[in-house]
């Protein structure tokens, strides 16, 4: 499976993005998925992630009410809804998946590229 995020770009603060998470393979649909940032100079940060049937999410305090991580099995996407964005959450966003362990893991075997958020004050 390869993963592919998208939905990045410039945003004013307190605008809203939603990030998507795409794959290829079939298999994606029994995948884990999280999302993770990394700011500049910053080490990579996990945001959210979401078990494989979409019913079980996890969020990273400092983010819940803002971020909502979702998934769409009939159209094989998983989406990360960005709200009241702050230049704070100005990032690269990577998805990842694992098809193995529970949606509270933080380790994921499959990486995708990121796409890159930026919030301008």
């Known amino acids: 499976v390869q993963l592919q995020a998208s939905g990045g770009g410039l945003v004013q603060a307190g605008g809203s993005l939603r990030l998507s998470c795409a794959a290829s393979g079939r298999t994606f649909s029994a995948y884990r998925v999280g999302w993770f940032r990394q700011a500049p100079e910053k080490e990579r940060m996990f945001v959210a992630a979401i078990d494989w049937t979409g019913t079980s999410t996890t969020h990273v305090e400092s983010l819940k009410g803002r971020f909502t991580i979702s998934r769409d099995h009939a159209k094989n996407m998983v989406y990360l809804q960005m709200n009241n964005l702050k230049p704070e959450d100005t990032a690269v966003y990577y998805c990842?998946?694992?098809?193995?362990?529970?949606?509270?893991?933080?380790?994921?075997?499959?990486w995708g590229q990121g796409t890159l958020v930026t919030v301008s004050s």
């Open positions: 990842a998946g694992d098809p193995t362990g529970s949606y509270l893991s933080r380790s994921f075997s499959h």
